[in-house]
Nanobody, 126 residues
Framework: QVQLVESGGGLVQAGGSLRLSCVAS????????MGWVRQAPGKEREFVAA????????DYANSVKGRFSIARDNAKNTVYLTMNNLKPEDTAVYYC???????????????????WGQGTQVTVSS
């Protein structure tokens, strides 16, 4: 069983930046793909970004490409999400999660990821 603890959320003005961190414990972190998913009030969970176990491959939602960057430090059991040029529509609770070994291309976030963290709130004011 893995435990994931996110941090780094907060209130920021549009155009600002934040870096989220997720520390994992309880299993071999460096064998798992990891990802970030967000959920805005009244909306379904939305995929944001993912990174392979070795950091060699990344994947981003179209809505954040060019603004967000995912990275990991396996020595620290930590995955990061750097968010630049934030927009009000980025406001959501951001969750860190472990990626399944296999999933369909059309998988929803719940089908693609397991072992969610508790989330960290990101609020972007206009």
């Amino acid at each position: 069983q893995v435990q994931l603890v996110e941090s780094g959320g907060g209130l920021v003005q549009a155009g600002g930046s934040l870096r989220l961190s997720c520390v994992a414990s309880g299993r071999t972190f460096n064998r798992d793909g990891m990802g970030w998913v967000r959920q805005a009030p009244g909306k379904e969970r939305e995929f944001v970004a993912a990174i392979s176990w070795d950091g060699g491959s990344t994947d981003y939602a179209n809505s954040v490409k060019g603004r967000f960057s995912i990275a990991r430090d396996n020595a620290k059991n930590t995955v990061y999400l750097t968010m630049n040029n934030l927009k009000p529509e980025d406001t959501a609770v951001y969750y860190c999660a472990v990626e399944r070994d296999s999933y369909y291309v059309t998988a929803t976030p719940d089908e693609r990821f397991v072992s969610w963290g508790q989330g960290t709130q990101v609020t972007v004011s206009s």
